[in-house]
């Protein structure tokens, strides 16, 4: 079992700034750790999250690996930039960050370089209005069907990941999941399966695996 990354050295004013590791956070930890063996035979050069928060997911990530791979990440909260660096550190984990939203500011240097892509999106559905902070709200407000963000980054999926890559995208009952599979069999070809999924409180959160 890989132990959760020590994020001892965050404190609870990080946690205004930034979002707290929570059950969706953890099912994703679930679904790399469930896939430790093919993660480690696919010998990934580059992984990539987008919008890290604390970094766990990442530093988690580069855990399960064993091994250097780059491991990027992104996100438009600067502070989340930050800390994502230094729970990198704080872990032994080497991690480069990029403010940006999504991944406007890599494209299309990384075109379909990205062997394992996560995302534990906002989802929350929310006014629109709510959608396009830069601070702790762009952690949950997902606007119209909590698919407005996630909406942006379906269309780059094909042109993100390598030939071998493998997408982690967290999502919930309200985002409809299968209707985001379909679209992205009819518009993208590329297949999917739910790998996990589980009940949190009131939501229930899926983990979509998605691949060529
Ligand atoms: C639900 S939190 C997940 C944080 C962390 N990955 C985790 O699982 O605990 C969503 C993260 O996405 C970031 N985010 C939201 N919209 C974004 C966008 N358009 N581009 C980049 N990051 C974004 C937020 O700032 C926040 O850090």
Redesign the pocket.
């Given at each position: 079992m890989i132990p959760t990354p020590d994020l001892s050295h965050l404190t609870s004013e990080d946690y205004e700034k930034?979002?707290e590791?929570?059950e969706?956070?953890f099912l994703?930890l679930d679904a790399l750790e469930q896939d430790q063996q093919q993660l480690q035979s696919l010998q990934p050069s580059i992984c990539l999250?987008?919008?890290?928060?604390?970094g766990?997911?990442t530093t988690f990530l580069a855990k399960v690996l064993h091994q250097p791979a780059l491991c990027l990440t992104?996100?438009?909260?600067h502070h989340?930039c930050q800390i994502t660096k230094r729970t990198g550190m704080q872990n032994g984990v080497a991690i480069d960050t990029v403010r940006?939203?999504?991944v406007d500011a890599i494209m299309p240097r990384l075109k379909q370089k990205i062997d394992v892509l996560c995302f534990?999106?906002?989802y929350v559905v929310t006014p629109t209005e709510e959608v396009g902070s830069v601070g702790i709200e762009?952690?949950?407000a997902g606007g119209v069907d909590g698919r407005e963000?996630i909406d942006?980054l379906l269309p780059l999926i094909s042109d993100l990941l390598s030939p071998k890559g493998i997408f982690y995208l967290l999502l919930i009952h309200e985002n409809r999941p299968l209707e985001v599979m379909k679209m992205l069999k009819e518009q993208q070809g590329l297949s999917s399966h739910i790998a996990l999924e589980r009940r949190a409180g009131r939501e229930r959160q899926y983990i979509v695996k998605i691949y060529r």
């Open positions: 930034v979002y590791p929570a969706d956070t994703l999250e987008i919008g890290s928060g604390s766990c997911v992104t996100d438009l909260n989340a940006t939203n999504l534990n999106p906002p762009a952690s949950w963000v942006q």
